[in-house]
């Protein structure tokens, strides 16, 4: 999957969702968007496969799947492509079930929407096992499982047709510790076992580092940064290093860590200023007159001037 | 010890059946100590806070507070000292309400002369971080960030000059660059001599404030101690597991 | 589910009872009585009956009974399947109100039908944005704040007598001794005016709840992923959003159905129809107590039970609801 330059407003409002993200997925890879509330992240993972959010409109960009544009794709086409080739796992999870179907029906429509008659019991019964649901979970409806299960279920669906892609948004964030442990085990184990690639937004740090190989970082709508996940230790933009710092993990004294003051704005029209700057500790004149622009360093990319001007020197 | 509980114990009817949340707690804060509840969905954390908080009736059990025995059947009373902060900040403030006033109502409620609740307003205010006082006194609560709204709610709390202070996931929907601003707040709270018992699913969270950690399983503590103690020789499977999943 | 079933079961059999009581008292509350409307001249008999034949009557009515033991009486008759006698029609209540009911039938399940077919229709096409609502919106007004009556004066005078289109009174052409396909054609061409008119009314309603309702649901999460997943079109239609869009609209026409019959009385006086309706205002009209109390029996009965069976119809389209 290829992302370009894709810019997303919202209907009748100056305001911009998403502003000039540009974002790849190579076969079998995985890839975490990185991001706090405000992001874009649920904008982005919807406009991704093709559909954006109701409300919003693409004004400028293209999203690629298997080299085809996606965005512009006839409707009957990209119905094909959907949870065949292309799956989306959306961040309520637990309220896209059918309420008034059971778990065994909505498993069932999707398969035989996608493989005309067929068993569906024998794609269906593994991956139960694997995501740790009993069986007894077919027979119920949705209002009748717990919180993580819906979740689990939702991600059973998205992964019944064995698609070449997954998106997820906020893939554990409603779970408690343990069922999120096994998410990430599972979605690690289909990505090692069946190829699959995965796409994933999350705030959660840890999460994305440990799991993705590539890590994108949202804020304000904008790519700020891009790096290989063994480089965590080693981000630049100051954005990054603030969320890596803030999260605690164990181990650390109390006090020890520090948040980032302030809080996201919402872009409201075409950049005109570093987004992050009334947060960012390094600040400069320039970065509340100019946006900087994303360049590359090393294995990955940066939005901040204090990169800006050693990339161009540089080359 | 500041706060003891003795076998709490708490049914809920579920449908025809009676589901034991808490099955026999045992638990002590002492003063000045930060004691975190930890523990997967479904431990029965919140139900916990909310019986000490009376919010709910306890089913069984006894409780001292301050020395003085805390009547857990009955939820009005004893609880002059202490506060309640909720999980969620977006949902826990009214809406149609200024900081000034939300902040001060339980002053109102407890008919103090209006001049004191103002300066026990803006001193509140100062003591979350929320300074100078009179740039936040006149908004609404959609006119402020998570972060802040999570400081205003325990601002409110703080108020009324509690000695033990109860907190729901106090972190949990915050972004984590905001939530570690209101972790340091909870701990130098403490610092300053206030109890705190907290719940948190966040384990790391947790052992980052907190003086001591109890585990819960099943509507029980079932260990109990420093975080570094703990981390490094859990004796219960369900503390390894919690472990198990952050690392 | 029985559990739910029974509770409702019994809740219906304490409006049951209470229905009853009123049915049995309110006829009697009201001024004169059914043998001096026959004494008056006005009923089919010719002559005034003299005071002993009145007393006879009366004891064979069993009116000159204390009010409790007519009741007590009343309970019994109907435990038996007997409504009692009309006075009028001089047959029994059961036979006379048994005749009327398939025409009333007739009438207010096509106006439900209609009503709440085009409504769907319409609501729909709105909601989904494949239509200008200008165009429903103030013809629907316009009807909805006509009482039935009135627009039925409006079809029999345009439609019925200066178009002549549709016959103007009565369920069928008498004495055509017609059968088979042409029997029904008449019976429909009879129908059509008095449909019309009791559908028009409670169209806008009906109109907007589908409108509301399926623009509510079109943008639940389960329907935008419904999307995403690659569904066919006509699923996510049907079985995502208007399904669940409907549920209300159940409530609603059963409402229409069960109180159809409120409406019905005048429509079907005007087009003297020979439904229930009619029936009702003419038992007022000739003080007919039994009639009264048999036709209005068989109102409460038809309102539980059309209340009843969308309790389980509801069960079987949202299974949420045995929870509670
Ligand atoms: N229809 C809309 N109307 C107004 N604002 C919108 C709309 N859709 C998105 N936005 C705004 O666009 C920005 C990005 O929203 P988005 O939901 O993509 O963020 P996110 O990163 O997923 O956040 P979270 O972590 O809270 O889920 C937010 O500021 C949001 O308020
Ligand atoms: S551009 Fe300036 S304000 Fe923005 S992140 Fe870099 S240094 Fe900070
Ligand atoms: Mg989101």
């Known amino acids: 999957m290829r992302i370009e330059h894709l810019t997303l407003k919202v209907s009748g409002r100056s305001l911009y969702p998403l502003w000039d993200v540009s974002l790849r997925v190579e076969d079998n890879e995985v890839v975490a968007v990185l991001g706090e509330s405000g992001g874009g992240k649920t904008s982005l993972a919807w406009a991704a496969v093709g559909r954006p959010l109701p409300g919003q409109e693409v004004v400028a960009g293209k999203v690629y799947f298997k080299g085809r544009d996606i965005l512009n794709m006839p409707p009957a086409e990209r119905r094909r492509i959907y949870f065949k080739e292309l799956s989306l796992v959306p961040q309520n999870a637990p309220d896209t079930l059918h309420p008034t179907q059971t778990v065994a029906r909505t498993l069932w429509e999707i398969y035989t929407a996608k493989n005309g008659k067929g068993e569906a019991r024998e794609a269906v019964l593994p991956l139960l096992e694997e995501l740790g649901l009993p069986e007894e979970v077919l027979r119920k409806y949705p209002h009748q499982l717990s ?25 554990t964030s409603a779970l408690d510790v343990l069922t999120q442990k096994k998410v990430k085990d599972l979605l690690g184990k289909i990505n090692r076992e069946h190829g699959t690639g995965i796409l994933f937004f999350t705030h959660d740090v840890s999460l994305a580092f440990s799991l993705a190989r590539r890590v994108v970082v949202l804020y304000g709508g904008q790519v700020v940064e891009e790096l290989p996940a063994f480089k965590r230790e080693s981000a630049l933009h100051p954005y990054t290093r603030g969320l890596l710092a803030s999260g605690p993990r164990i181990g650390d004294p109390p006090l020890s860590r520090r948040g980032i003051p302030g809080y996201a704005l919402p872009l409201l029209a075409p950049p005109q200023a570093c987004s992050f700057a009334a947060r960012c500790p390094q600040a400069r004149d320039v970065c509340r007159k100019e946006a900087p622009p994303l360049v590359k360093v090393g294995e990955g990319q940066v939005r901040c001037f204090a990169y800006a001007a050693g990339a161009q020197r540089g080359g | 010890m500041l706060l003891v509980l003795k076998g709490v114990v708490k049914h809920f009817r579920v449908g025809r059946e009676r589901q034991e949340v808490l099955a026999g707690v045992n638990l002590g804060v002492g003063r000045g100590e930060v004691v975190a509840l930890v523990g997967a969905s479904g431990a029965g954390k919140t139900t916990l806070l909310h019986i000490i908080a009376g919010l709910l009736a306890a089913d069984g059990g006894e409780a001292f507070f301050a020395g003085r025995p805390l009547a857990l059947r009955e ?172 690392t | 589910m029985l559990d739910y079933l029974a509770r409702r079961a019994a809740t219906y059999l304490l409006v049951l009872v209470a229905a009853l009581l009123i049915n049995f008292f309110l006829p009697r509350a009201l001024p004169g009585s059914p043998l001096e409307d026959l004494s008056s001249g006005v009923g089919s008999l010719a002559v005034a009956p003299d005071p002993a034949t009145l007393e006879a009557l009366k004891r064979y009515y069993g009116l000159d009974q204390p009010l409790p033991r007519q009741f007590l009486q009343y309970l019994q008759g109907l435990a038996r399947g007997d409504l009692g006698f009309s006075i009028s029609y001089k047959a029994p209540v059961a036979k006379v109100i048994w005749q009327r009911i398939p025409w009333t039938l007739l009438l207010t399940f096509s106006a439900a039908l209609l009503s709440c077919l085009l409504a769907v229709i319409l609501g729909t096409r709105a909601a989904l944005g494949r239509m200008r609502e200008a165009a429903v919106l103030l013809p629907a007004v316009v009807l909805d704040s006509m009482p039935p009556f009135v627009l039925g004066s409006f079809l029999l005078i345009f439609l019925g007598v200066k178009l002549a289109l549709f016959p103007i009174g009565g369920a069928y052409t008498a004495f055509a001794n017609l059968a088979g396909w042409e029997k029904a054609v008449d019976v429909l061409r009879h129908a059509v005016l008095p449909v019309l008119a009791l559908s028009a009314h409670g169209f806008f309603g009906a109109y907007l709840l589908v409108r509301n309702s399926v623009r509510l649901v079109k943008d639940e999460p389960y329907v935008l992923l419904a999307e995403v997943k690659g569904l066919p079109r006509h699923v996510i239609h049907y079985r995502y959003i208007l399904r669940m869009a409907l549920l209300p609209v159940v409530t609603f026409f059963s409402l229409r159905v069960a109180y159809a019959l409120g409406g019905a009385v005048l429509v079907e006086v005007l087009f003297a129809y020979p439904g229930l309706g009619r029936l009702t205002y003419e038992a007022v009209l000739n003080h007919d107590y039994p009639l009264l109390q048999g036709v209005f029996f068989v109102f409460t009965l038809w309102v539980l039970a059309v209340n009843f069976l969308t309790d389980l119809l509801y069960l079987k389209l949202d299974p949420r609801i045995k929870e509670v």
Not at chain 1, 150 to 171: G, H, T
Not at chain 2, 86 to 100: E, G
Not at chain 2, 144 to 150: E, F, I, N, P
């Open chain 2, 75 to 246: 939820t009005r009373q004893g609880r002059e000292q202490m506060s309640l902060v909720f999980q969620d900040p977006y949902a826990a403030l009214s809406p149609h309400l200024k900081v000034a006033d939300i902040v001060g109502e339980p002053l109102f409620i407890r008919r103090k002369p209006r001049q004191n609740v103002a300066r026990a307003v803006t001193e509140a205010l100062h003591a979350v971080g929320l300074h100078p006082a009179e740039a936040y006194l006149r908004r609404y609560p959609h006119q402020l960030s998570g972060g802040q709204r999570q400081r205003v709610a325990l601002a409110r709390a703080l108020v009324t000059k509690p000695t033990l202070l109860l907190a729901d996931e106090p972190t949990s929907m915050l972004d984590v660059s905001v939530g570690v601003e209101i972790l340091n707040l909870l701990r130098s709270l403490a610092e300053k001599g206030m109890s705190i018992l907290l719940t948190a699913h966040d384990l790391a969270a947790a052992c980052y404030v907190a003086d001591r950690l109890a585990i819960m399983a099943e509507g029980q503590v079932v260990e109990e101690g420093p975080p570094a103690r703990l981390l490094a020789a859990p004796s219960r499977s369900a503390t390894r597991e919690l472990l198990r999943a952050v």
């Open chain 1, 147 to 171: 919180g993580g299960q819906k979740q689990r279920v939702a991600l059973l669906l998205a992964l019944l047709n064995r698609p070449q892609l997954v998106v997820l948004d906020e893939p």
